[in-house]
């Protein structure tokens, strides 16, 4: 059974950066559309970016310019690197298949203070 351990969350300030970092127990990332999702509080949880096995990418509209996805399959991680975090980015950020066929994991979470 694969296992995903997020981590890198922080509390920021708005501005602020941070990496947040996905790690496999095997290498899922050469063949699956990987993606990191967010859940805020009372909210549903939403993928905010995705990378193909090829390397695409894409980005929810929310984070454009502003958040990168990237892979690492030697290492079995995968990463978003955040920039100009904003208040409304808080949540707790997990990765996962973009088809979601695995267990989640427990998540990091994201807090941006004003």
């Known amino acids: 059974q694969v296992q995903l351990v997020e981590s890198g969350g922080d509390l920021v300030r708005t501005g602020g950066s941070l990496r947040l970092s996905c790690a496999a127990s095997?290498?899922?990332?050469?063949?699956?559309?990987m993606a990191w999702y967010r859940q805020a509080p009372g909210k549903q949880r939403e993928w905010v970016a995705f990378?193909?096995?090829?390397?695409?990418?894409n980005y929810v509209h929310s984070v454009k310019g502003r958040f990168t996805i990237a892979r690492d399959n030697a290492n079995y991680t995968m990463y978003l690197q955040m920039t100009s975090l904003k208040p409304e980015d808080t949540a707790l950020y997990y990765c996962n298949t973009l088809t979601r066929a695995f267990a989640w994991g427990q998540g990091t979470q994201v807090s941006v203070s004003p």
């Open positions: 990378i193909i096995p090829s390397g695409g990418t």
């Open positions: 095997i290498n899922v990332f050469k063949s699956n559309t």
